[in-house]
């Protein structure tokens, strides 16, 4: 397992002092990535290589959000390697030892010149002791899309919405879900299935659907009609 702590700033939290959503998401990425590289196999590495660790999905339970100048915990630890695909969860604590947030992740090794999956080295793989999976409802990976959307208003890439990558950066695109709602605040839950990569000058159209229980999707569209990610809220 992996820990570092923090403090909620000032710059991470929501109009009423609570850790954003967005701030939320950013603290379990760069978890992750504060574990690749101190075990020598972060972006340092794998750039290189013309690799790198894309996220496919993500469920997010969110039991209470921190507050600002809250002392906060974030772990995360592998439970499982299969082929080029790794399971990850992840948590956020409070400075009691309980639980704010529990995640799980899938994640897939990429050749990003060719842009097909690649199997991790043995080493690789060994680098990340594997450990017991986090107490949580494990959800299914494929959200079903309700039949009734409505339109948003587009968005076009910028530069901030990418990563080292290259390409839009995978807590932008729940960001972009949870700008379309009128109150972000409400979202205890959050699944994303990410189905293709969006780069600079990109145009997304958000579509969103309610479910009547109390669930909402966001479809993230390409200009050719294309999934490109599904946020379900």
């Not at 609570?18 to 990535?33: E, R």
């Not at 039991?63 to 906060?72: T, V």
């Not at 969860?89 to 992740?105: G, H, I, P, Q, R």
């Not at 009734?148 to 968005?155: A, P």
Request: hydrophobic share 35%.
């Amino acid at each position: 397992m992996y820990t570092f702590d923090s403090k909620v700033r000032y710059s991470e939290t929501d109009t009423e002092g609570k850790l954003s959503v967005k701030a939320l998401v950013n603290y379990l990425q760069d978890c992750s990535t504060f574990q690749s590289s101190e075990i020598g196999y972060g972006v340092d590495y794998l750039f290189p290589r013309g690799l790198a660790w894309v996220v496919s999905f993500w469920q997010i339970d969110i039991i209470k959000y921190p507050r600002l100048c809250d002392k906060i915990t974030i772990g995360t630890m592998p439970y499982m390697f299969k082929g080029f695909i790794g399971y990850r969860n992840f948590y956020m604590k409070d400075e009691k030892d309980e639980y704010l947030v529990k995640a799980t992740s899938i994640w897939t090794l990429l050749d990003m010149t060719t842009g097909r999956p690649t199997r991790p080295t043995e080493e690789h793989v060994k680098a990340y002791p594997v450990e017991e999976k986090l107490d949580m409802e494990y959800l299914s990976r494929k959200i079903a899309i309700p039949e009734k959307l409505r339109r948003c208003e587009d968005i076009e890439i910028k530069k901030y919405h990418l990563d080292t990558n290259q390409h839009v950066n995978n807590g932008q695109f729940i960001a972009m879900a949870t700008d379309q709602l009128e109150n972000e605040r409400d979202v205890t839950r959050i699944r994303v299935e990410y189905k293709r990569q969006a780069h600079l000058g990109d145009i997304l159209i958000p579509y969103i659907g309610d479910i009547d229980d109390g669930r909402c999707v966001v479809v993230l569209k390409n200009t050719d009609n294309e999934d490109v990610c599904v946020v379900e809220l």
